[in-house]
C-alpha cells in the first residue's frame, strides 16, 4: 500500500486527468459501439447480418471449401496480431530496466515534460496492461474462429434439414460464434489504438488527452460514418 502511494505522490493533477480521459474513452466508446442503441447502426451490427447469411448458405454446399477458406483468412489475421502483440509484451518488459534510457530519451522531444523513474514505470506499466488485454483479447477470438470450424464442419446439408426452424438455429448459432469472435478481434484492435495514445503520455499529460480524445473520433469515424458502412448498409439497413 505504502508502494502505491509513493508511487501516486509524483503524479500531477494533469496525469491524473489524462488517465481518466483514457479510461473513460476506451471503456465509454466499447460500451457504445458494443451495448447502446446505435451500436445496431455501426459496422459491427450490419455485418451481423451479412455473417448470418454467410451462415444460412453453407447448408447448400456439398463441400465447405469456401467457408473453411473464409475462417482460415480470419484466423491468420487474428494470429498475426496475438504474435506480434506478443513481441510487444517482451519489449515492453525489457524497458523497465531501461527507464534511465526512456527518461534521457523522453527529456530531449519538443514539449517533453520531465518525469521521474517512478512516474516512467507506471506509465510503462500502463502500455503494459493496454497490450496484455490486447493478447488476450486476440487469442480468445482465435479459438472462437477454431469453435467455428468445428460447426462448420458439423452443419448438416440442407437436404438433411427438413426442418426450416432447425436450420434456422443452426444458422444463428453459426453467425453468433462469427460475431462473437470478430468482435473479440475489434477489442483487441481497439486496445492498439488507445496503445498509441498511451504512449503520447510519455512525451506529456496534454498530448495524452489529445490522443485519447483523437483515437475515439477516428474509431467513431469509421465504425458510424465510414464509406465502408454506407456500402454495406445498402442492403441491411438498421431495424429503427
Known sequence: MNAWLS????????????????????????????????SRNGLPGVMFEYRLQWSR??????????????????TNSVSFYASTTIYIIAG???????VEKISSFAAELPFAQQASKELLELKLLLLLIVFVTAYFKFTWSLRQFNFLCILIGGVPHERNLTDPERSEKFAQRMARVNANAGDEFNRGLRAYYYGIAAMAWFIQPALFIAMSLGVTAIMYRRDFHSPTLKIVRDEFPPTI
Request: hydrophobic share 55%.
Open 57 to 74: 448458405q453453407d447448408p447448400s454446399r456439398d463441400i465447405p471449401v469456401t467457408s473453411a477458406s473464409l475462417v482460415a483468412n480470419l
Open 92 to 98: 515492453l518488459l525489457a524497458l523497465v530496466g531501461a
Open 7 to 38: 508511487i501516486l505522490q509524483f503524479l500531477s493533477w494533469q496525469d491524473y486527468l489524462g488517465i481518466a480521459v483514457f479510461w473513460a474513452c476506451w471503456f465509454g466508446y466499447a460500451w457504445y459501439a458494443e451495448r447502446s442503441a446505435a
